[in-house]
């Protein structure tokens, strides 16, 4: 505790070596690599809030499949690029048991990472109609996203939903959507990084407006079953998660494998496609691929040139997952609520010592406690507050680069180990002392 606050000095010089004209503006994996370089120069255990990995151990359900998938001597074939039937066949009970929404297996694709999901269907979902060419972002949302559409030449369009919760997403969406020139839309939920849900009512204006305007809609499920306020972790039985799936049949459900089911490190999602989307038909898609039907154009097209499929062990772990989650056998959700005990006890101590939750409440009701939460200090901008914090040993990224239009931070608890609270605590509290609040 000694070294805290860490020279500014040793902050710009890293900074600089690591090509960051301003740490409060890095992206999640910028920011990853010069706090580790800042570590081992100093010896400061860092307080990482910044990235999103979860720090939970993968579950023996699937790891043990994995490993026999391996001796049985899958690593040396090709996987098939639609998914293992196994996979298949799992992940669309895995929907009806916890969505309720009905699909074939033939519409459930693996991928590496919803990561690779998105990136798949924005490329093939602005070409299947030669006038729709533009994504829209109900933020704030994942910053990589945005980046992937920069990297495709892929016009945006972004509006933060904060001032536009309820009735009054309808006005903004027809306002959005009223050109006709977007071809699909995204928003995650739980949000990422405000850790709202929307309610049913939202979703299914979403779906509605969607609907009427021709908009494929893109569901980002990071963060599948995780708003901790209800228990969605029975299969077959209500309540189930709330999804736009009831209200439109032209979706993308991406259910990553990484949150929810602690196995980030193999890459692993479901790419959920409506029956009716992934049959469409779309003469338009023949200026890019052999195939019109847009199922078979994104399968065969799209995601055999991005990987030629999702390794082969990590779909035998998942199916195995998906199997014991649908059975009953595996209950998912038991394991990750800890995500959502450890934010109570971070939020309190960051209130405790002058600091406020940005994202307070969810259409009137208390944001719930889970993998994020925003925050900010009293005369502080969230990428000034994040440059000084850094300073303190406490990493995190601003909310600026999420599409939010709000001052503050995003933090993730997944990394923070218990052991560390003390540490945070007496941080926090020389970062009050050193920065008193104005009355």
Known sequence: MTQI????????????ANKIQNPGKASIREMRKMIQDVEKETGVRFVKMEMGIPGLPAPQVGVQAQIEALKSGVASIYPEIYGTADFKRE????????????????????????????????????????????????????????????????????????????????????????????????????????????????????????????????????????????????????????TVAKYTDRYVLMISGSKSFSYAGERIAMMICSPTLFNMECPDLARYYSQT?????????????????????????????????????????????????????????????????????????DIGDGFYFTFCYPGFGGVELLNELIRYGVSAIALDITGSHKQGIRACVALVQRDQFPDLKVRLEQFHKDHPVKA
């Not at 297996?105 to 109609?129: H, I, K, N, W």
């Open 293 to 365: 039907q847009l199922g078979r154009a994104l399968i065969f097209g799209t995601l055999y040139c991005l990987s030629s499929g999702t390794a082969h062990s990590v779909q035998y772990a998942m199916a195995a997952m998906l199997k014991g989650a649908n059975d009953g056998t595996f209950n998912f959700v038991k394991d990750i609520r800890e995500y959502g005990e450890k934010a109570g006890i971070m939020k309190k101590l960051f209130t405790d010592n002058g600091f406020y939750i940005v994202y307070d409440k969810d259409m009137g009701e």
């Open 91 to 242: 992940a669309a009970r895995f929907v009806k048991n916890f969505l309720d929404i009905d699909v074939t297996p033939e519409c459930c694709v693996p991928t590496v990472g919803s990561m690779q999901a998105g990136f798949a269907s924005f490329l093939t979902l602005t070409r299947y109609d030669a006038k729709k060419t533009k994504v829209l972002f109900i933020d704030p949302g994942f910053p990589v996203q945005k980046q992937q559409c920069r990297v495709l030449g892929i016009p945006m369009k972004t509006f933060d939903v904060y001032e536009y919760r309820g009735d009054k997403l309808r006005d903004k969406l027809e306002e959005e959507l009223r050109d006709g020139d977007v071809a699909c839309l995204i928003y995650s939920s739980p949000n990422n990084p405000a850790w709202f849900c929307f309610t049913e009512h939202e979703l299914q204006i979403i779906g509605e407006m969607a609907n009427k305007y021709g908009v494929v809609v893109l569901e980002d499920d990071a963060y599948f079953l995780m708003d901790f306020r209800k228990d969605y972790s029975v299969p077959g039985k209500a309540p189930f998660q709330p």
């Open 5 to 16: 606050p860490i020279q500014k000095e040793t902050i710009d010089r890293i900074a600089a």
